[in-house]
Nanobody, 117 residues
Framework: QVQLVESGGGLVQAGDSLRLSCAVS????????LGWFRQAPGKEREFVAR????????DYTDSVKGRFTISRDNAKNTVNLQMNSLKPEDTAVYYC??????????WGQGTQVTVSS
């Protein structure tokens, strides 16, 4: 079992920045990547960013490239998402997830991000 707890969401204005953090614990020996996903009201959950367990490889969805940065803090065992130049369309519940054997099998409870125009 892997436990994931997100924090850092909130209400901001367009153009502002926000930093999400996800604390990772439990049996992580089989985890090969950590990801951030989001789900806006009335929409399906979508991929946002991914980082390999080692932190050496990252990937982003096109809509956040150049604005969001995913990173790992090995000392604190967290995965972070720095979000800059936020837009109203970034409003969603953000989830972190752990990928094991090619599938995201463990999920956090989510944190709300609301961007006002």
């Amino acid at each position: 079992q892997v436990q994931l707890v997100e924090s850092g969401g909130g209400l901001v204005q367009a153009g502002d920045s926000l930093r999400l953090s996800c604390a990772v614990s439990g049996r992580t020996d089989s985890t090969n990547a950590l990801g951030w996903f989001r789900q806006a009201p009335g929409k399906e959950r979508e991929f946002v960013a991914r980082i390999s367990w080692s932190g050496g490889n990252t990937d982003y969805t096109d809509s956040v490239k150049g604005r969001f940065t995913i990173s790992r803090d090995n000392a604190k065992n967290t995965v972070n998402l720095q979000m800059n130049s936020l837009k109203p369309e970034d409003t969603a519940v953000y989830y972190c997830a752990a990928r094991i054997l090619g599938r995201y099998r463990y999920w956090g409870q989510g944190t709300q991000v609301t961007v006002s125009s």
